[in-house]
């Protein structure tokens, strides 16, 4: 399903969160815990940091209340009923009360989720979009992520649901250089590696791939490589290691590997170790 007018097409742009922007109108669809800490957490943790005021749109649990000088928590009444006309007055008045106040932005963090269970849920959420959008995109403090649990949605209405941002959001990279990015990924959970992995930067890819493992809990922990130009040997080395250690835990999956780094690790045996699993397919090969 479209969404018409100002938002036809398809969103086009994924931007780690710490480079969203005032009028910034992002989606998030998140699969669990972690995913919602390193976005929606980073977020309002950052705000609440820089000073921004943060505008919380609740569920149905009650009417307005404060949070704080810093912080609005905004329900959608009592009833539960929804009026996305309601919905986009209260945050034009959020916007106008920060401007007053010399806030540096504003900050607003919406969940959609439970108003697809309504009936006609997704008509009304995508209603609800259109207005967050015409109250979100021409302001030049506002940015705005509307988060959805993926877990909880029928694909219909993910898709329908992205279609009506122009801006999908990701966790910010764990590292990011000119030489070397490495970027947390949550479907399936792991770490993407692009760029040129080195002795330089060993200490801050163990650093990365530990923190992923940590929080595994006995699931496969995926590596995409597919953008990796280069890997050494001592790299290599500490996924091995990494794989080893996981006696009883999901495997370590080496996901998109170029042909060539492909062969180096077959022609040494790695692929054979009980802990790693040679993955997906590089999209070149």
Do not use: Y
Request: hydrophobic residues 45%; glycine residues 12%; negative net charge.
């Amino acid at each position: 399903m479209a969404v018409k007018g100002a938002m036809d097409s398809l969103w086009s742009v994924r931007r780690p969160v710490g480079e969203l922007r005032p009028g910034d109108h992002a989606w998030l669809a998140f699969g669990g815990e972690d995913e919602h800490r390193h976005v929606v957490g980073a977020f309002v943790r950052t705000g609440l940091a820089e000073g921004d005021r943060v505008v919380l749109l609740g569920g149905p649990q009650g009417a307005e209340m404060a949070g704080g000088d810093q912080v609005a928590v905004v329900g959608l009444g009592d009833s539960g009923a929804v009026d996305p006309r309601v919905l986009a007055r209260a945050l034009a008045s959020e916007i106008s009360e920060a401007d007053r106040s010399g806030c540096r932005a504003v900050r607003i963090v919406t969940d959609l989720t439970w108003v697809l269970r309504r009936p006609g849920g997704l008509e009304l959420a995508l209603d609800c979009e259109r207005h967050i959008e015409r109250v979100i995109g021409p302001s030049t403090s506002a940015i705005a992520i509307c988060q959805l649990d993926r877990r909880a949605c029928a694909p219909g209405e993910l898709a329908a649901l992205e279609e009506a941002h122009a801006v999908a959001v990701t966790a910010d990279p764990d590292f990011a250089d000119s030489v070397l990015r490495i970027d947390r990924t949550f479907h399936p959970a792991g770490l993407a590696l692009g760029g040129e992995l080195d002795a330089s930067r060993h200490a801050v890819f163990s650093q990365a791939l530990s923190s992923v493992l940590a929080r595994a809990d006995g699931d496969p922990v995926h590596l995409d490589l597919a953008e990796l130009e280069f890997i050494d040997l001592g790299a290599l080395s500490m996924l091995a290691g990494a794989a080893t250690r996981r006696p009883g835990h999901g495997p370590l999956v080496l996901d998109r590997m170029s042909a060539r780094l492909r062969s180096v690790v077959e022609a040494v045996g790695w692929d054979m170790l009980p802990g790693l699993r040679l993955g997906a397919p590089h999209p070149g090969n």
